[in-house]
């Protein structure tokens, strides 16, 4: 089960630690949001359902350095709404990675949302992904980040006319 | 009309290079049929009873000729000499090859058009009024709005995977031919007392086996704030709408369950948050847009014919005027509607030699633009009324000049079970039928503007909830059998048609229809259309009569 960061280069996994374990803080670690809510760990990331609600973690998402959000299936996009709700409205500046179910198809929509890396089950096509994250060159939405959108680009070329 | 520039050619162009290699991992075995559906679908491409069919995107039913000739070319390239086009202003081909649908794709891409999102649960091909721009006394040209909803949600990275097919209508006039209730998102632009431009926004409506005529959830919504609003109604959507039920998944399913005040007071706490998001267009973007869709450059001074035309016309070219042509915004022209229902005919089929016929026509005739109805004709927008003669003369040359356009045998129809492997009855030959026992001129006329819908199953994609006569085939015990519904309308005045009692079977159905008609021509007070007939008398009278024991 190897991660991947957003240009599809290998990097160090997470551990996602059970609701009953003691933690161990010489690895980045992250745990469900309820143990996130009833144990106020320090150093703990945290791994999001599709379903999870953000404004009971709001004043803490700020501050932390990893999340993850998992897939229950491709087909469920509600975890592209939490990227872009984190990144966009709760000012959440850590690595966001996606984890579960995803398809090498969605890399791109998914950096675009602000996701930051993968893990990926064994077999994954890499290849694919990479691909797909890096194959249109612009989008009409402004995404995650500091490219513009193609509306951006519009404009910065009619300022220069 | 609109025109890509580099950064909408480029997508394009690109969307068919990754479907091209999305295919050729499907065809090595390297995706697997389950991950490729959803990606083949994203490009329009449905795998049917006989073959693939390749849904093509005509955004808000806008074609320039070039456009057509190459849809022509498509039809005879991959496909078997014809197209359908469809209730949703798109082109379907239905004899496609996986292996050469890329092709079809660099094609479309050569002519700025695609067959993004033409299927999958996603923001499908927005649609519009197909007068937009053309027809007198509207507020705007809802095609401006259309082209900003088409590039906000072609490639949305958030909403691409939402839990269901999600459809936006717009219509800038008071008059409603885009049946914008129908849809997830009907979108009405007008002028506030102010004149100012707003928009009144629909949500949830829509057909299938649960049908809604959709609420108003927001009036007056400046335009400048459309977009975000539309995030906020997708997120939402998104989010909170069911994926554990195919069938209970629209957001009209959404909109019911939580009622219109708590659905309308979530969307606006989202909206409120939204729109200090920097998510709509800065006015330089509008309005370039909207620079695109400035009126042609019409000719001034020219004679206003058209009462000339119907004086000392001939009894057929008098027949076509009446039926197929309306005044246009501009004086001196007219908009002329292509009916693509003969009498026996295929509703919305068009042939090879058909659509190059139509194209070199608009070419000519029509300021090089053509559009298409949800109703499944085509449309000539700016005809001089003094060419009028000419243009009739060229349709009568191809075969398109049935002058039925609005009367009952101006059918709607899905493709059916001849085609769809979603269907349960065949459509088209009921279609047919249908027009063959109305194929009297006379006898159209007598009856007056009736709209039947016909649809193959409970999905609905004929409109059947929305015909004054609606039609639904359904499977009983492995035999086809239709239902009869009345009263139902996609205008202005939206309402759903209401279940005659048990069905029929293929042989008896247009029987059925021809005993609604005549208890509607018996019962009618003078001038009254079969609509308001309906909705004055009820059921009642018409079951009392189709049912009666013989």
């Not at chain 2, 977009?227 to 629209?250: H, Q, T």
């Not at chain 2, 009692?501 to 005549?518: E, I, L, Q």
Request: contains cysteine; glycine residues 8%; charged residues 25%.
């Amino acid at each position: 089960m190897p991660a991947l960061d957003q240009t599809g280069a290998v990097t160090a996994q997470w551990h996602v630690a059970s609701d009953e374990e003691d933690l161990d803080h010489l690895r980045s670690t992250i745990v469900t949001l309820a143990r996130f809510l009833s144990k106020s760990e320090p150093d703990v990331g945290l791994l999001l359902s599709p379903d999870a609600e953000l404004d009971p973690v709001a004043a803490h998402l700020g501050g932390l350095k990893h999340i993850g959000v998992t897939f229950s299936t491709f087909k469920d996009g509600r975890p592209f709404s939490l990227g872009r709700l984190l990144r966009s409205r709760y000012g959440f500046r850590g690595d966001l990675r996606a984890y579960g179910a995803f398809i090498p198809d969605q890399g791109a929509f998914l950096v675009r949302c602000g996701f930051t890396s993968f893990e990926v089950a064994d077999g994954f096509d890499v290849v694919a992904l990479r691909k797909n994250i890096n194959h249109f060159s612009n989008a009409y939405q402004q995404p995650h980040g500091t490219a513009a959108s193609i509306v951006g680009l519009r404009q910065a070329r009619g300022a220069r006319l | 009309m609109y025109s890509y520039d580099t950064f909408d050619q480029t997508l394009v162009e690109q969307r068919a290079a990754e479907f091209r290699a999305q295919v050729a991992r499907r065809l090595s075995g390297d995706l697997t049929e389950e991950h490729f559906r959803p990606l083949r679908l994203l490009n329009g491409l449905y795998l049917q009873l006989h073959a693939y069919m390749l849904r093509v995107a005509i955004p808000y039913g806008t074609l320039s000729s070039r456009q057509l000739h190459m849809l022509a070319d498509i039809a005879t390239k991959y496909d078997r000499g014809y197209g359908h086009f469809t209730t949703r202003q798109n082109i379907q081909y239905n004899w496609i090859k996986l292996e050469e649908s890329p092709d079809i794709l660099d094609d479309l891409a050569a002519v700025e058009m695609h067959a993004i999102q033409t299927s999958g649960n996603v923001i499908r091909n927005v649609t519009a009024d197909h007068f937009a721009g053309v027809i007198p006394n509207e507020a705007d040209d809802p095609r401006i709005t259309c082209e900003i909803i088409r590039q906000w949600s072609t490639l949305h990275p958030e909403f691409s995977f939402l839990p269901r097919k999600f459809k936006i209508a717009v219509t800038g006039a008071a008059e409603d031919r885009a049946a914008i209730r129908f849809h997830d998102i009907g979108i009405r632009i007008r002028r506030d007392t102010a004149g100012v431009l707003v928009n009144d926004i629909y949500v949830g409506g829509g057909m299938g086996r649960t049908p809604f005529v959709g609420p108003l959830v927001r009036e007056s919504l400046p335009e400048s704030e459309l977009l975000s609003y539309l995030e906020a109604v997708l997120r939402v959507y998104n989010r909170y709408g069911r994926r554990d039920n195919i069938y209970k998944a629209r957001i009209k399913i959404l909109v019911d369950a939580l009622g219109v005040d708590e659905f309308s007071r979530q969307i606006e706490l989202e909206f409120a948050q939204t729109r200090v998001e920097g998510l709509d267009l800065p006015q330089e973007e509008v309005q370039r847009i909207r620079a695109f869709f400035a009126e042609p450059p019409y000719e001034t001074s020219l004679p206003s014919e058209l009462a000339k035309h119907h004086e000392v016309s001939t009894p057929a070219f008098h027949d076509w005027l009446r039926a197929s042509v309306l005044p246009h915004k501009a004086p001196g022209y007219a908009i002329v509607t292509i009916s693509l229902k003969p009498i026996g005919g295929i509703p919305g089929d068009a042939s090879t030699q058909q659509m190059h016929a139509i194209a070199s026509l608009a070419e000519r005739l029509s300021l090089d633009e053509i559009r298409v109805t949800h109703e499944q004709n085509l449309v000539l927008p700016h005809v001089r009324q003094i060419d009028l003669h000419e243009v009739w003369k060229a349709l009568v040359a191809e075969g398109l000049a049935t002058p039925n356009v609005g009367l009952v045998s101006d059918i709607i129809s899905c493709p059916g079970l001849d085609y769809c492997s979603l269907a349960n009855a065949r459509s088209i030959p009921i279609a047919q039928r249908i027009s063959e026992r109305f194929a009297e001129l006379k006898q159209q006329h007598d009856i007056g503007p009736l709209k039947i819908k016909i649809s193959g199953c409970i999905n609905g994609c004929g409109h059947h909830h929305a015909g004054h006569i609606g039609i639904l085939g359904v499977d009983r015990k492995g035999e086809e059998f239709y239902q009869i519904m009345l009263g139902g309308s996609g205008d202005e005045t939206a309402s759903i048609g209401e279940l005659l009692g048990p069905g029929f079977s293929s042989d008896t159905v247009v029987d059925a229809v021809a005993n609604v008609v005549k208890t509607y021509l018996d019962l009618r007070h003078p001038g009254e259309i079969f609509l308001y007939a309906v909705r004055r008398l009820g059921l009642v009278p018409f079951k009392e009569r189709l049912y009666a024991r013989s």
